[in-house]
DNA sequence: GCGACAG
DNA sequence: ATCTTGTCGC
């Protein structure tokens, strides 16, 4: 297995300098997200974590992507990008602090990522136009939010088992699900992403998630990412 | 206007 | 996200 690591790459000369920036270059992109296609199968190809982690007394980003096999689970390969943080930390606005970091790591792979699965969340957005969904649009690859906490939205209590599920509102629009990946743990928040339906997006959670709560894909991201930065923080 | 708010 | 000890449990 293969690990790479790169520095993150100056921001383009568009790159949003404010919020009001930031919100244009979303109502922009987000006519772009595709939420009709089912997407590609669990268990099949590769899919890959996207994690990030700061340091924000020292402005330092670290990104890490890790592909794994979607049969076996086992990783594949995985890249590190740590840099100069891009943008402020704006609920609503996540992506613009996280893309620079994740594009940079996504292009040190040299395998198919497969399906992206983010921390986060995708068209479940004020303006359904969510980091995953970004992420999708720019990259034109098939993207899944799982989040660990509802933000802004409401939701029933899933049932207590494996699996059970209940639907993720804003307002009355249904915008993803809280999904149980363990019997009687605290549900995650999934949402489709780009190039993924729901159904499948959550099909390919519960593949993900065997033994803990989270997602194998955004643990090992959590791992590296939190380890690329100590090592550029040391 | 005020509070809440993915990571 | 990040700051943080001990502690219960497999």
């Not at 992109?29 to 340091?55: F, S």
């Not at 402020?88 to 790591?105: D, K, S």
């Not at 939010?145 to 699996?163: M, Q, S, Y």
Request: proline share 9%.
């Amino acid at each position: 297995m293969n690990t790479t690591t790169v520095t993150i790459p100056p921001l383009p000369a568009d790159w949003p300098a404010d919020e009001t920036a930031a919100r244009a270059v979303q109502d922009a992109l987000r006519t772009r997200v595709v939420r009709d296609e089912p997407g590609p199968p669990p268990g099949t190809g590769h899919v890959t974590g996207v994690d990030v982690a700061y340091d924000d007394e020292r402005d330092v980003v670290a990104a890490a992507v890790v592909v794994l096999d979607a049969a076996s689970l086992a990783v594949v390969e995985e890249a590190t990008a740590v840099g100069t943080v891009a943008f402020p930390y704006v609920p609503g606005l996540l992506a613009f602090r996280e893309l620079p970091a994740v594009l940079a790591a996504l292009d040190a792979l040299t395998v198919d990522p497969g399906l992206v699965v983010c921390d986060g969340y995708g068209i479940a957005h004020p303006r359904r136009f969510g980091l995953a969904s970004h992420l999708g649009v720019v990259t034109g690859r098939p993207t899944i939010g799982v989040a660990k906490n509802p933000f802004t939205f409401a939701h029933e209590e899933p049932g207590a088992a494996r699996g059970g599920t209940a639907p993720l509102l804003d307002g009355t629009e249904e915008v993803g699900a809280a999904l149980r990946t363990r019997d009687g743990v605290k549900p995650v928040f999934v949402s489709v992403g780009h190039r993924v339906d729901l159904a499948r997006a959550l099909a390919h959670t519960l593949h993900l998630t065997p033994r803990y709560r989270l997602p194998e894909t955004t643990r090992k991201a959590d791992a590296l990412c939190r380890a690329a930065l100590r090592e550029a923080t040391a």
